[in-house]
């Protein structure tokens, strides 16, 4: 089925490790997002890419770095894990910001 | 400043009643607004959106919303909810410069039998 794929579904981490959480869509769609999921707080935006070769800040981007490989791929890495970085996180894309988003199905992340 | 509000945390209703999730928006121009909705474990998905037009939206799984301008408002309903439908609910707004949509802090619905 088409859609937004995220490896891995689930990962522990050591304070200090690093990772790179991987994300893939095939609905030819230009932008992408990195969002984490924390209870009671939503979703807060952490990068975007609006277009293949283009990478912007969101609201949260500290501790992040992250990569448009091409237009199918947006890779996020952790360079240096903290506990504060436990979370959910969703990679979504979008055709247009006015579209809608189409987001995968998480990555549950333990920092211990 | 652009901001979303859920008012309610969660809710709680009986299979068969009817159902109203509130969201209030603050956008300084006509607004692009989005409900998704999220089964435990998954991702979101999208429900339903307002760009223009007719005030009164339709979803998928028999959802709809109403734009209200006067109150700044975008409530979702169903009239009559089944136990499938026991997620959590999160309002949008877009878009706020650069691309980036702002969600709501989200509405978890529990359905009672």
């Known amino acids: 089925n088409a859609g937004v794929t995220q490896t891995p579904k689930f990962q522990v981490l050591k304070t200090g490790q690093s990772m790179t959480l991987q994300c893939a869509q095939d609905?030819?769609?230009?932008?992408m997002y990195w969002y984490r999921q924390d209870p009671g707080m939503g979703l807060r935006l952490i990068y975007y890419?609006?277009?293949?070769?283009?990478?912007d800040k969101g609201e949260v981007p500290n501790g992040y770095n992250v990569s448009r490989l091409n237009k199918r791929e947006f890779s996020l890495r952790l360079e240096s894990a903290a506990p504060s970085q436990t979370s959910v996180y969703f990679c979504?894309?979008?055709?247009?910001?006015?579209?809608?988003?189409?987001f995968g199905s998480g990555t549950r992340l333990t920092v211990v | 400043a652009q901001s979303v509000t859920q008012p309610d945390i969660h809710i709680t209703v009986s299979e068969g009643a009817s159902l109203e999730l509130r969201c209030n928006y603050s956008?300084?121009?006509?607004?692009?607004l989005f409900w998704y909705v999220q089964s435990p474990g998954q991702g979101l998905q999208l429900l339903l959106k307002?760009?223009?037009?007719?005030?009164l939206v339709q979803g998928i799984k028999g959802f709809e919303a109403e734009f209200k301008r006067s109150q700044s408002s975008f409530n979702l309903r169903k009239p009559s909810v089944h136990w499938s439908d026991a997620a959590e609910y999160f309002c949008?707004?877009?878009?706020?410069?650069?691309?980036?949509?702002?969600f709501g802090a989200g509405t978890r619905l529990f359905v009672k039998a």
């Open positions: 979504a894309s979008g055709a247009t910001e006015t579209y809608g988003y189409t």
């Open positions: 609905m030819n769609h230009n932008s």
């Open positions: 949008a707004v877009g878009p706020t410069g650069g691309f980036k949509t702002i």
């Open positions: 307002y760009f223009s037009g007719d005030t």
């Open positions: 890419s609006a277009s293949e070769g283009t990478t």
């Open positions: 956008y300084g121009a006509t607004p692009y």
